[in-house]
């Protein structure tokens, strides 16, 4: 038995709605590089004609490459740990996968198995997000993790002392990865439901949001993320270029979300806003 995996080249703006994409076709495990992502399956049990749709329907607005090779069962191990680095984000926090056996200790370490969901840690806007998260005080607070991914914003929430964390997404894969990362980590104060914020009720407003996803989705759900937050609260912001802050500055204003500070990191940024 074989693994088949799939190659994609692409611009970083695309990579993470092409990797959701991608996953729709079969693939089960996707890691993030450092010219796309690559996708892998057991076999060659994948949708052919809806991966090559994929590749006709961004290949107008994104340069992309797919290539396929074939990876032998006993060689898997060997093959995702050699894709899978540990990450560390100013030298305050580890994000790891379980096989990765580091013996510096830091202050905050996270084990995720990213397998079909986004957010390891390996992307600039997460490693943005985790950075400027560790500056906000969650002690105590209820916190909204919009988007989640593999959970490791609501994880990191958990060890920076939130009360409870309330955590969505939109793909049925991440809320199921996201509860087993959850679960790895201790973290029994993190609640992750199916579905968008606009079609969720929460019964708190919350102290601090985070919000790692893309502009557009960020634009349009800006009025949502100043709803569900509370007078004086925080929602950190990033999946978005530098060239982005003004738009994103302006739709905030809209609904009294003021700046205090912003980060960039090779050409990706994060904005912290606080509600007025």
């Known amino acids: 038995m074989h693994y088949t995996c799939l190659k994609v080249d692409c611009h970083p703006e695309y990579a993470e709605i092409l990797m959701a ?17 690559e996708a892998y399956i057991e076999g060659d049990q994948f949708d052919a004609l809806l991966v090559e749709s994929v590749k006709e329907k961004y290949s107008h607005i994104s340069p992309l490459i797919f290539s396929f ?3 032998e069962k006993q060689n898997w191990n060997e093959e995702w740990e050699k894709n899978v680095e540990p990450i560390f984000v100013d030298d305050k926090c580890l994000v790891r996968a379980e096989f990765h056996k580091i013996e510096k200790k830091y202050p905050y370490e ?3 198995t990213p397998k079909m969901s986004f957010g390891t840690g390996h992307h600039q806007t997460t490693n943005l997000m985790l950075k400027n998260q560790m500056a906000i005080d969650h002690r105590g607070k209820n916190v ?17 002392g939130a009360l409870q964390v309330e955590a969505f997404d939109i793909d049925e894969w991440s809320v199921a990865n996201g509860n087993e990362n959850t679960a790895v980590n201790g973290c029994s104060n993190i609640n992750i439901r199916l579905g968008k914020i606009s079609e969720l009720s929460f019964e708190n407003k919350f102290e601090v949001i985070l919000a790692n996803i893309n502009r557009n989705i960020l634009l349009a759900e800006m009025k949502n993320y100043s709803e569900a937050l509370a007078a004086g609260g925080h929602l950190l912001l990033s999946g978005f270029y530098e060239k982005d802050i003004h738009d994103l500055k302006n739709e905030a204003a809209k609904f009294d979300l003021l700046e205090t500070h912003r980060d960039a990191r090779e050409s990706w940024a994060c904005l912290l806003l606080q509600k007025r």
Do not use: P, R, Y
């Open 21 to 37: 994409e991608i996953a729709e076709a079969g693939f089960d495990t996707l890691m993030e590089t450092e010219t796309g992502f």
């Open 69 to 71: 090779s074939h990876v």
């Open 110 to 112: 996270i084990i995720i």
């Open 144 to 160: 909204l993790d919009a988007g989640c991914g593999t959970a490791i914003l609501s994880i990191m929430a958990s060890k920076l």
